[in-house]
């Protein structure tokens, strides 16, 4: 049996995207991480910030500052090229995915769409905190809110690649 190093390659990595267990884990991690990691703070030291006062209090606040500056930094050198190709890479992955059936770009655009709202929802959160920056009470609600947001963003886009994962696997597989 001899077979070259394209076939080996083709034969480790599964390109049926949705019945891979691999897809699965990275589509739980991300959404665990998005919910988790909100604007570069983790949600557990929000939590603390609210109960306690003083260190706890500081720590958030200077984390967060730090990540908001970065953020709008960020945005206002970049923000046009970003929604150039972030546009072209969402519509050539839906193009080779939904128009020419290709799995492994179905599966990535399913994991970039949800994720790039989130990144804008990220942005306009980020610009909104900037103005509120001295009230604490406020940019707790703010972080809430998009945290929320994301959670149920995750909901519904778990759900949907789910459905779109098991027509596929329904769809290709042997007894279908």
């Given at each position: 049996m001899d077979l070259n190093w394209h076939e080996t390659v083709v034969a480790l990595i599964d390109t049926r995207s949705f019945s891979n267990l691999w897809f699965w884990i990275v589509l739980a991690v991300f959404w665990s991480s998005a919910s988790h990691w909100v604007l570069g703070v983790p949600w557990d030291l929000v939590l603390r910030s609210k109960r306690v006062s003083g260190l706890a209090e500081n720590d958030f606040r200077v984390i967060l500052r730090?990540?908001?500056?970065?953020?709008?930094?960020?945005?206002?050198?970049?923000?046009?090229?970003?929604?150039?190709?972030?546009?072209?890479?969402?519509?050539?992955?839906?193009?080779?995915?939904?128009?020419?059936?290709?799995?492994?770009?179905?599966?990535?655009?399913?994991?970039?769409?949800?994720?790039?709202?989130?990144?804008?929802?990220?942005?306009?959160?980020?610009?909104?905190?900037?103005?509120?920056?001295?009230?604490?009470?406020?940019?707790?609600?703010?972080?809430?809110?998009?945290?929320?947001?994301?959670?149920?963003?995750?909901?519904?886009?778990?759900?949907f690649t789910s459905l779109w994962g098991m027509y596929q696997n329904f769809q290709f597989s042997p007894l279908g």
């Open positions: 730090i990540n908001v500056n970065r953020i709008i930094n960020f945005a206002d050198i970049f923000e046009y090229w970003m929604l150039s190709i972030g546009c072209f890479i969402l519509t050539a992955l839906a193009v080779l995915g939904f128009g020419y059936s290709v799995e492994f770009a179905q599966a990535v655009f399913l994991l970039v769409l949800p994720m790039s709202i989130v990144g804008a929802a990220s942005i306009i959160t980020a610009r909104r905190i900037q103005n509120d920056e001295k009230n604490v009470k406020a940019t707790q609600r703010h972080l809430s809110r998009l945290r929320f947001f994301v959670q149920i963003l995750g909901i519904v886009a778990i759900f």
